[in-house]
């Protein structure tokens, strides 16, 4: 491997590490304790997110999460995406698509009909909070979803599945 490639996988091993051991570093937590007092919701959303501090495609950052024992974020209701708006806030969003970050939303099972499924749970995105005019497929090749800063509002982008974005884990749900 070339000296640069080891710097790179050496940093981000690192870097996950530090999300592990202290996930304040990093990243940001939405205790559920607070989730349940601050929302008019009764459901209660047991997750905790983890932002990264570097970018990667969106497969990189699907693989990054789960070897840190974590998945790529989903969100599926309003309650999850004031949760998640709340997190983005405190890790200083910036605004524009570049800026934004991926989830785990993908269309490429079926690029024809662009039905989005989570890849990290393999369920049918249902709830959404698509930006205006999203999504647009742009150049015939946007089959994942990314959240970013547009015109002062956090919303949902479709992106390039190649694209370099920051990525948001999350704790993983129980299997039963």
């Given amino acids: 491997m070339m000296l640069t490639q080891l710097t790179t996988r050496r940093t981000t091993i690192l870097s996950f590490l530090a999300l592990i051991l202290c996930e304040t570093l990093y990243g940001s937590e939405i205790p ?25 495609n969106q497969f990189r950052a699907y693989i990054y999460c789960i070897s840190a024992g974590l998945e790529l974020a989903t969100v599926e209701s309003e309650e999850e995406t004031d949760m998640l708006n709340e997190v983005l806030e405190k890790d200083d969003l910036k605004e524009g698509w570049n800026e934004g970050y991926w989830l785990s939303g993908s269309s490429l099972a079926d690029p024809e009909t662009l039905e989005y499924y ?30 970013g800063l547009v015109d002062k509002k956090i919303a949902w982008n479709d992106y390039d599945p190649e694209t370099e974005l920051r990525y948001i884990c999350q704790t993983r749900r129980p299997c039963c």
């Fill in 32 to 56: 559920q304790s607070r989730s349940s007092k601050s929302y008019k919701s009764k459901e209660k959303v047991d997750k905790k997110y983890y932002v990264s501090p570097d970018k990667g």
């Fill in 118 to 147: 989570w890849v990290s749970t393999g369920q049918k995105v249902i709830y959404t909070n698509w930006a205006k005019n999203q999504p647009d497929n742009a150049g015939k090749k946007e089959f994942c979803i990314g959240v």
